[in-house]
Every structure is written in structure tokens, then in C-alpha cells.
């Protein structure tokens, strides 16, 4: 079994700059993709970046130059620390990965995390 743990939602004030972590457990071969989605009230969920395993990065145009995701594929943990942090950016973010299971043997899925959420606001 697998799971994706997200932390470090809060509370931040405008311009201000808060980090995330989201760290996967379980039976786990290899993780090729994660990323960073969020959804605010009444909205869609949204893709905000995302990382291979390789290190190649994507960014929505939204928080392009101020988002940056890293990722310690030693811990199986990817970050997103975000700067400049705007009211519109407050949102329940949620830790996607595409892994591979050990059991069942070499199996992929996507998985993700339970949300957490990051509030912009004075």
C-alpha cells in the first residue's frame, strides 16, 4: 500500500513565502512523475508543476518565476516552495505521483495526497 503524506499548510500573508512537502510510503519500486495540483472554492482542480524523476520541471503561467518544486527521490519527497505568494493562490494543494509498486509486483498508479491547505490572506 502507498500513500502520499502532504505538510506544511497555512496561513501566509501576501508576499510572503511557505514551503510544502508531500513524502510517499509504502511498497515502492520507483516514482516517475510528481507534482503539485490545487483547487480553491468553487473552482476546478488545477495543475500547478510538476517534476520527473529526472528533474524536468512544468509550471502553470500563473506561478511561473515565483513557484519552484524540487524533489529528493532518496526520500521520496517532493517540495514546493512557493514565493510572492498572491490571495489568488489560496487553495487546497494536493501531492500527485505517478509510482510503481513493489506489490503488486510493478504495478503503476497514480496516487494522491489527502490536501492541505495554504490560505493567502492579510
Known amino acids: 500500500q502507498v500513500q502520499l503524506v502532504e505538510s506544511g499548510g497555512g496561513l501566509v500573508q501576501p508576499g510572503g513565502s511557505h514551503r510544502l512537502s508531500c513524502a510517499a510510503s509504502g511498497s515502492i519500486f520507483a516514482i516517475y512523475v510528481m507534482g503539485w495540483y490545487r483547487q480553491a472554492p468553487g473552482k476546478q482542480r488545477e495543475l500547478v508543476t510538476t517534476?520527473?524523476?529526472?528533474?524536468?520541471?512544468n509550471y502553470a503561467d500563473s506561478v511561473k518565476g515565483r513557484f519552484t518544486i524540487s524533489r529528493d527521490n532518496a526520500k521520496n519527497t517532493v517540495y514546493l516552495q512557493m514565493n510572492s505568494l498572491k490571495p489568488e493562490d489560496t487553495a487546497v494543494y494536493y501531492c500527485?505521483?505517478?509510482?510503481?509498486?513493489?506489490?503488486?509486483?510493478?504495478?503503476?498508479?497514480?496516487?494522491w495526497g489527502q490536501g492541505t491547505q495554504v490560505t493567502v490572506s492579510s
Open positions: 517534476i520527473t524523476s529526472g528533474g524536468s520541471t
Open positions: 500527485n505521483a505517478m509510482i510503481v509498486t513493489m506489490k503488486p509486483l510493478f504495478s503503476t498508479s497514480d496516487y
